[in-house]
């Protein structure tokens, strides 16, 4: 007897506990327990076997090839193999457990037809089988009363399933275009940008997203575009989820607009794309910016008036005094916090006086702290970390020189920065110096508080070893390639006049495509491929425990709301995956 033909005959559980004498088969003869067939159940096995029956129009399993999704019901939902949730989309499928029909079955003693009752499932188990195979099997073991309910049997059989790709319904918008219905349109428009570069606050932007999968799983397409990014969505509340979702980790105004594309008047239905704008904070972190005197109603507070630096960019802009006193008593009394909506009402009012490609590296000579906030013990004066028990700022006489200049004259500065429980003698600091890089910002002095001093250096943050900054690697080579170019262009005949804008043309393509790919690498959503840029910029966190922190921060608020969202999904879907035995 094979496996799928193991039965056993249930006793009637309703007859008294007693002992009853067994009876002998009708068939072959061998003693078994009294039932209304007179037969055991190896002779009962040979006339009534469930497997055809449980085999019969069992349906196909659908599987997307691109997300590995399975079909369940309207849905699609991701299962492991041999999972729970795969188990009862199998059971699904078998239609002898679905129907209330009775089966008919041939009974091989004396050719006549019986029946065969509506079939329980009792227990399921999975059957291994090749990964690769496209095979699924199934161990079930049903219940059946026969011969016109007369006697309840219980066999064991194995059910096979044939795995068949199909496309989901979210891979196939992706595949098919003019398909999104909204989309949101991320831009950053800072002064002085050159074109085809990424400024830092989208590159922190890119660095979130690509550590955070559930982010991006909704977007259908990306596009790159001057100064931001297109992401394409299904639907609005999507688009709109993403667009609060990142408000979150860069300071940015949002504004909805929606434009009617098709109306049908007799089923009273409309075709509306909607497009969400978020304009981010043009200001970046390490800018040195000017905070005009006439925006007190804005959020730059006891800043008005004085050049701030920009010391970190999360959901708002955190400024500090860029000259400060050193009668302050309190660290918190030269920092303010800028708001976004209180930014956008003023912005004419806050100007980026200078961004960190203009930076100069200096050399600490000398470090005393001021009076007000002079620690007792100057062992514990430098900043370790949270866990040091010192503050990370504190203001401090710095005495610096330029790194061009150390060994080469005797050329000074005398600085009061906020820097003081940072810096040590022999350190290696970047900075703004004022007196060789002026401009009309900074000199105007209308926009500065009556008294006001503009200092000649302005220290921003610390830095590790003593390399060359990658401002003069990048020239050194850009004007290497360009010489070499220039070289190999000697003697070549010139090109006509069609030939040049046909190859601009080319360029303009290339450039597109090529600044596409990057961003995608960048952002994730291609994780077989590596990106070299993304790896400079991780380098550049290695030396930036500033910024290092800074997307830390955005990646942990993107996590919390992520758990929210899924503990949301979790309870919506209760009902949904229950599988009913």
């Not at 002779?43 to 369940?72: M, T, W």
Request: glycine share 6%; proline share 3%; aromatic share 6%.
């Amino acid at each position: 007897m094979t496996e799928h033909q193991t039965l056993e005959i249930i006793p009637n559980l309703q007859r008294p506990k007693q002992d009853i004498a067994n009876i002998l088969c009708c068939l072959c003869g061998d003693p078994t327990p009294p039932n209304a067939a007179y037969q055991c159940g190896t002779c009962l096995a040979s006339q009534f076997d469930l497997h055809p029956i449980l085999n019969h129009k069992v349906g196909d399993v659908f599987q997307c090839r691109r997300c590995l999704r399975y079909e369940c019901g309207s849905r699609w939902e991701p299962f492991e193999m041999e999972s729970h949730g795969l188990m009862g989309v199998c059971l699904k499928k078998i239609h002898a457990l679905t129907t209330n029909q009775h089966h008919h079955g041939l009974v091989s003693g004396g050719g006549s037809s019986g029946s065969v009752g509506k079939l329980k499932l009792v227990d399921a188990s999975w059957v291994w089988t090749e990964p690769h195979c496209m095979r699924l099997k199934v161990r079930v073991t049903v219940q059946a009363n026969v011969l016109d309910d007369a006697i309840a049997i219980r066999q064991r059989a194995i059910v096979e399933f044939f795995v068949r790709w199909k496309q989901c319904s979210d891979c196939n918008k992706e595949f098919t275009n003019n398909t999104w219905h909204s989309i949101v349109q991320v831009r950053q428009k800072r002064p002085h940008v050159a074109e085809g570069s990424v400024s830092r606050g989208l590159m922190v932007l890119e660095m979130a997203l690509a550590k955070a999968k559930h982010a991006r799983r909704n977007i259908l397409d990306l596009k790159t575009v001057q100064n931001g990014f297109d992401f394409y969505f299904s639907r609005l509340d999507k688009a709109q989820s993403f667009a609060s979702f990142i408000a979150k980790a860069v300071p940015m105004r949002i504004k909805i607009s929606s434009k009617l594309v098709s109306t049908d008047v007799k089923n009273n239905t409309a075709n509306i794309k909607t497009t969400v704008v978020c304009d981010m904070v043009p200001i970046c972190k390490d800018d040195l910016v000017v905070c005009d005197k006439r925006s007190k109603d804005g959020g730059a507070g006891t800043l008005c008036g004085k050049l701030a630096l920009v010391t970190k960019v999360s959901s708002v802009v955190h400024l500090m005094d860029a000259c400060p006193t050193r009668g302050c008593r309190r660290i918190h009394d030269i920092q303010a916090e800028l708001v976004p909506e209180k930014y956008w009402r003023n912005e004419k009012y806050y100007r980026i006086a200078l961004t960190p490609k203009r930076m100069t590296r200096f050399i600490v000579l000398d470090v005393e702290l001021c009076k007000s906030v002079k620690h007792e013990d100057d062992s514990e004066a430098l900043y370790k970390g949270p866990q040091s028990g010192v503050e990370k700022y504190s203001l401090a006489d710095v005495e610096v020189a330029r790194e061009a200049d150390f060994g080469v004259n005797d050329e000074t500065y005398f600085v009061i920065t906020h820097l003081g429980n940072l810096l040590n003698v022999g350190d290696y600091c970047l900075g703004y110096d004022l007196t060789a890089s002026m401009n009309d910002e900074i000199s105007d002095l209308s926009s500065y508080n009556k008294g006001f001093e503009i200092p000649d250096v302005v220290l921003v943050r610390k830095i590790q070893g003593s390399t060359t900054s990658n401002e003069v690697v990048d020239e050194s080579n850009y004007k290497n390639t360009t010489d070499l170019e220039l070289n190999e262009g000697k003697g070549k005949k010139a090109k006509s006049r069609k030939s040049k804008r046909r190859e601009r043309r080319r360029e303009k393509e290339e450039a597109k495509d090529k600044a596409y790919v990057d961003t995608i690498k960048r952002m994730g959503l291609d994780e077989n491929t590596r990106n070299d840029r993304k790896n400079d910029f991780e380098k550049e966190l290695i030396n930036d425990p500033d910024l290092a922190e800074e997307l830390k921060v955005a990646e942990e608020i993107m996590e919390c709301l992520d758990l929210e969202e899924q503990e949301g999904r979790e309870c919506e879907c209760i009902d949904k995956n229950e599988i009913n035995i």
